[in-house]
């Protein structure tokens, strides 16, 4: 389990990183006020999340500087237990 922050963003919910798998995890928002998918993406150093926490646009980062990069972050997403 990845410990997640919370973001200002109009499309991204909240983020988390675990150093020791080097596992980016975004979750997105989804329809209302209710947190959507969450999706892990690999190959995420420490240095890539402090740069992406620090954007001025967390959202705006995601789209131009991981999500296009699938061969560098390949991604998964995680389905999860519903209670």
Known sequence: MINMTPVKSSQIHSIGHDAATGTLAIRFNGRGNVPGSLYHYANFSADDFARLKAADSVGSHF????????????????????S
Not at 63 to 82: A, V
């Open 63 to 82: 789209y131009k500087h991981i999500k296009p990069h699938t061969d560098k972050f390949p991604y998964q997403r995680i389905n999860e237990e519903k």
